[in-house]
């Protein structure tokens, strides 16, 4: 009887495979829909893009579909966005390394209540501190900038990028670090003999996590950068979803190239973005 | 590979004159290098956090600056709880909250039980499902604007898929909803509210589930379930084959395993979810902004919305304060507990 239990338990999972699959391709077929719509919508042209026509695929592609509208339109803001990004990205995971490695190897007394009240600061609603940032930052004269934005990124993206290389760095044994100090390095010596090379995939992680993070960023900078010239794509992506003289073939196309680069991180290396994710989630 | 942070000690223990100085030194070094971003955080979180609620305290809400204190002194909070508005905010983020984290939990939940049995493909459909996690909220809110445009999108599907017709068979109206347009508020709790709290007839706003808030927690769910699937997978892939064996061998279906067995191990990676969520939903802007402003009679309007109009737009600069400070206490009463458990688990 146990046998022929156990047998049937093993047959039953079969066919719920094939119900289980079916539900997970549907699912996959709802999760794509937005993406299809975007990118459908897109490549119509002003003429043929109607509300009645949202689900069909374009009749034909013609050299005047909503991207070549978009691209006019944000490949300014896609530079700035750039221009944002990249540095802040560099920056904000290099102090989050040196951070990370002090709070992991080099605790002293009260550095974890430090540390939590740093990473209290990744939680807060940013409202609750826009007013004096910009008055900060018109002070110091770097409102409408994208300097400025960079500064803010990279101030605001510490407590997470110090999180997560902290969490890496305390994995790595403390012997390879005494190893260092019996050869008289310092702190930052073993840093940069010990540390450093070993945290290649921890810079993999984090870059994406904060490139990530800051390219989708709007609240920053619709509230820092007030010329549309100057904005980020994420902005100008609004503000032509907003403008009624404005095609919505050129709106999808538009929202397709504003995710493109995070878009393309995710497909080409999706692996450390999961692991982003799950080193960001403060446990884990 | 072990935890190494508390391990350096006894290492040091050897030789305890001479690594008195150099531990003393070193620490030195530590802070100095930490000392830039200590600062950094203090003035930009808490320094500007204190000026922000200086400034819901005091008379400033015009272009000119008045840093003076306004009689009474809390007489902007108590302005901001008796607008229409706010109390109307208050109840978008608390329905938007309860639908949105129960949708992702359990759509992210489902997807990740169904990968976790490793079927062919199942890398792709995860990639699929994390996918809307990479795009950016603005990105969501454009696209998802146009399917719930009560125009088009959705409604137009159920005229395409033949959902009308099947409904005028069986002598039903057609399905159109007015989804992000529709200002309808259903279940109103005020009479049974009223009776519970004193003061309650007074509030202008009616409390209930405004319909066009279930759009916007939908579209927040597609962006973010897969990554609540994402941190379940990571839980599931801790809990080793013997758990499930065991399990199996006593006898219990594959459904009784996750039910009984799995889901109640995955309590921390539960409680995780449930908090990130929670501070996502009570924060949420950008996705509101751009997909449906702030709504018919506010139906979608949101904190985070009301503090961005006051203060850039209308330039009350106090109204503006203490509401991003009401919305900083919503958050902090999720968040600080759950940052305390952590650090008290760690030491």
Not at chain 1, 259 to 283: C, D, E, H, M, Q
Not at chain 2, 164 to 179: C, D, E, F, S, V
Not at chain 2, 224 to 243: C, P
Not at chain 2, 317 to 331: D, T
Request: hydrophobic share 55%; with cysteine; aromatic share 12%.
């Amino acid at each position: 009887m146990t046998t022929a239990a156990l047998a049937r338990k093993r047959r039953r999972p079969r066919w719920g495979a094939y119900a289980v699959w079916f539900v997970l391709f549907c699912m996959a077929i709802v999760f794509l829909m937005p993406v299809y719509v975007m990118i459908a919508n897109g490549l119509k042209d002003a003429q043929s893009v109607s509300l009645q026509r949202m689900w069909l695929p374009p009749a034909q592609l013609s050299g005047a579909n909503g991207f070549v509208g978009a691209w006019e339109r944000l490949s300014p803001n896609l530079m700035n966005s750039l221009s944002m990004v990249i540095p802040a990205t560099v920056l904000s995971s290099l102090i989050g390394a040196i951070n990370g490695y002090l709070f992991a190897k080099w605790r002293f007394r009260g550095s974890d209540i430090i540390f939590t009240l740093m990473l209290f600061g990744f939680f807060i609603p940013y409202q609750s501190i826009l007013l004096p940032l910009v008055r900060t930052l018109q002070v110091i004269g770097l409102y409408g900038t994208i300097p400025g934005l960079v500064l803010v990124h990279v101030i605001y993206g510490i407590p997470i990028t110090t999180l997560i290389f902290r969490n890496y760095f305390a994995n790595v044994p403390t012997e390879l670090l005494d190893a260092a100090r019996v050869d008289g390095a310092g702190v930052i010596t073993t840093f940069i003999r010990v540390m450093l090379p070993l945290s290649i995939p921890a810079f993999v992680v984090v870059g994406i996590f904060q490139f990530t993070n800051i390219w989708n960023d709007f609240l920053f900078g619709v509230t820092v950068v007030p010329n549309p010239a100057r904005q980020p794509v994420t902005i100008a992506l609004n503000n032509l979803s907003g403008t009624f003289s404005v095609e919505w073939n050129v709106v999808m196309a538009g929202a397709v190239v504003a995710a493109l680069p995070t878009a393309i991180i995710y497909i080409l290396l999706g692996r450390f973005f999961i692991r982003g994710i799950l080193a960001g989630s403060v446990k884990g | 590979m072990t935890t190494a942070s508390t391990d350096s000690t006894p290492a040091v223990r050897t030789t305890p004159v001479e690594t008195r100085r150099w531990r003393l030194s070193e620490t030195m070094q530590t802070v100095l290098l930490l000392l830039p971003s200590i600062v950094a955080l203090a003035v930009f979180v808490y320094v500007f956090i204190s000026f922000t609620f200086w400034v819901s305290l005091s008379n400033w809400r015009t272009l000119k600056v008045d840093l003076s204190l306004r009689e009474p002194l809390f007489a902007t909070y108590g302005e901001l709880f008796a607008m229409a508005r706010w109390q109307a905010d208050l109840r978008n983020t608390f329905v938007f909250t309860v639908f949105f984290i129960a949708f992702a939990v359990t759509l992210g939940l489902t997807l990740a039980v169904m990968l976790d049995r490793h079927l062919a493909g199942h890398h792709i459909f995860r990639n699929i499902f994390l996918f809307p996690y990479a795009l950016s909220f603005v990105v969501t809110g454009v696209v998802w604007r146009w399917i719930f445009n009560p125009e088009t999108g959705l409604n137009l599907l159920f005229e395409l898929l033949g959902v009308n017709y099947l409904l005028a068979q069986i002598g039903a109206g057609p399905l159109r909803p007015g989804w992000i347009t529709d200002p309808t508020v259903v279940a109103q709790v005020n009479g049974i509210l009223a009776t519970v709290l004193p003061g309650a007839e007074s509030w202008q706003v009616r409390w209930g589930i405004p319909l066009a808030m279930i759009p916007v927690a939908i579209a927040a769910t597609w962006q973010l379930s897969g990554f609540v699937m994402a941190l379940y997978l990571g839980g599931m892939a801790t809990i080793s084959e013997e758990v499930r064996e065991a399990a199996r061998i006593d006898g219990a279906s594959e459904f009784q395993i996750y039910h009984r067995v799995i889901i109640p191990m995955l309590r921390p990676v539960t409680i995780s979810v449930v908090v990130i969520l929670l501070h996502v939903s009570l924060k949420i802007f950008d996705l509101v902004y751009t997909m449906a402003g702030v709504g018919p009679g506010f139906a979608t309007d949101v904190p985070a919305i009301f503090v961005f109009e006051q203060m850039f737009k209308a330039t009350r600069y106090n109204l503006g304060s203490a509401a991003a400070i009401i919305m900083l206490v919503l958050v902090a009463l999720v968040i600080v507990p759950y940052l305390a458990s952590t650090l008290k688990e760690e030491s």
